[in-house]
């Protein structure tokens, strides 16, 4: 039997309509990062694997796809936009006035599981806001991950807020090592409930541990926020300061939008501040995530505070109803020296709704108007232009 290639694992074949709902979000996606004054960056596909290593990056190194290139330097299909990007600000635009905005749509690719169907090849459209820090940049970036989601017209969606640095404050109490402590990170991530009581049963008799373990639930409304400074015994800086953005977006029309998960941990390390994800009605997972990363841009010669998220383009795709794509109406057969004409009448008809026949013979065009389903056929010849229905 004859071997015939199909897509490597994690990736897969995106035909017609799936073509159409990718790139309908796209558009929407990058008009209202257009008019919110960002400028479109684009990054290669291929980065060498020093720029992740270098800026610190977690993303486990069996989740890249290695490329060696020509001079045995190991290589890697960009598992990640905002490093790169990160990359690009602190070199090539070292002496660009900050702040900048920036958006981007392209793919990051990750060494899918093959027994957990992830995908390996993931289209993103996302922004990053570098050189600015505090309340004001936090907010416009917040909106702004609220308005991306909505302008792809989802009908029920909300972004969640967290901080990087409530973790921390929450087990300061606990003198734990570090595998520890990054185990309890990503339980309460996975809002792995069994486990992290597991884990933590040997402090069980201790109020930081209690805390700890209630860290996990704590999602949802404004009122997480007092729940968590009940459980610290004290007001806490990142508790507050998240107060104060919800308080600023829901007078501005956003709080409806927008709930809290002060157990969000990204795996990706290097966030410092606010932290949020988009959620869908529909979808599996976040289609939205980004945050606050202050050290990042250092890491490559140039200190700059930043903030910044991507869109998984075909998640939010997948949440809204199916493209319906225009039906071939018309096939224009057509004599060599009537190519423009027949151009002409392809350009004035609806788009999709006629083709050009590539068939030398009227019948043939005819046979083949009849097999894919056409009605009409228009005729250019010496005779001069008219119209022929299939039966």
Request: hydrophobic residues 40%; aromatic residues 8%.
């Amino acid at each position: 039997m004859k071997y015939i290639p199909n897509t490597p694992e994690g990736t897969r074949d995106r035909l017609f309509g799936e073509c159409a709902e990718r790139r309908q979000v796209q558009n929407r996606l990058t008009q209202l990062f257009d008019q919110r004054g960002y400028t479109e960056i684009m990054t290669p596909d291929v980065e060498f694997y020093d720029v992740f290593t270098l800026a610190g990056n977690s993303i486990p190194q069996e989740s890249m796809l290695k490329l060696v290139d020509k001079s045995g330097k190991l290589l890697v299909m960009r598992p990640d936009s905002t490093t790169p990007i990160a990359r690009v600000a602190a070199t090539k635009l070292k002496d660009m006035v900050l702040p900048r905005r920036f958006y981007y749509s392209q793919c990051k690719y990750r060494s899918s599981s093959g027994n957990k169907g992830e995908n390996g090849e993931m289209p993103q459209v996302g922004v990053e806001l570098i050189g600015a820090s505090g309340k004001k940049a936090d907010l416009e970036m917040i909106v702004a991950a609220v308005d991306a989601i909505r302008c792809c017209q989802v009908e029920k969606f909300h972004v969640e807020i967290g901080h990087a640095s409530i973790f921390a404050s929450f087990m300061q109490g606990l003198q734990l090592d570090e595998d520890t402590v990054e185990t309890i990170r990503s339980l309460i991530e996975g809002k792995n409930f069994a486990a992290l009581n597991d884990v933590l049963e040997k402090w069980a008799d201790s109020p930081e541990t209690s805390a700890v373990k209630r860290l996990a639930y704590l999602f949802g409304g404004a009122e997480v926020l007092d729940e968590a400074e009940q459980l610290l015994g004290r007001k806490d800086e990142a508790v507050e300061y998240l107060r104060e953005l919800y308080e600023i977006l829901n007078a501005a029309g956003y709080g409806d939008y927008v709930r809290f998960d002060l157990g969000m941990v990204h795996q990706i390390d290097y966030y410092t501040g606010v932290i949020f994800r988009g959620y869908v009605e529909g979808a599996g997972t976040a289609v939205l995530s980004g945050g606050r990363y202050d050290n990042l841009c250092a890491a490559f010669g140039r200190p700059a505070e930043a903030i910044g998220f991507a869109v998984d383009v075909d998640a939010v795709a997948a949440c809204l109803p199916a493209v319906e794509l225009p039906q071939v109406q018309t096939v224009i057969h057509y004599e060599p020296s009537q190519l423009a004409k027949a151009l002409e009448i392809v350009d004035s008809l609806p788009q999709g709704s006629s083709e050009l026949s590539p068939c030398s013979r009227l019948e043939s065009t005819m046979n083949l108007a009849r097999e894919k389903g056409i009605k009409t056929v228009v005729v250019l010849d010496k005779n001069g232009q008219r119209e022929c229905a299939v039966v």
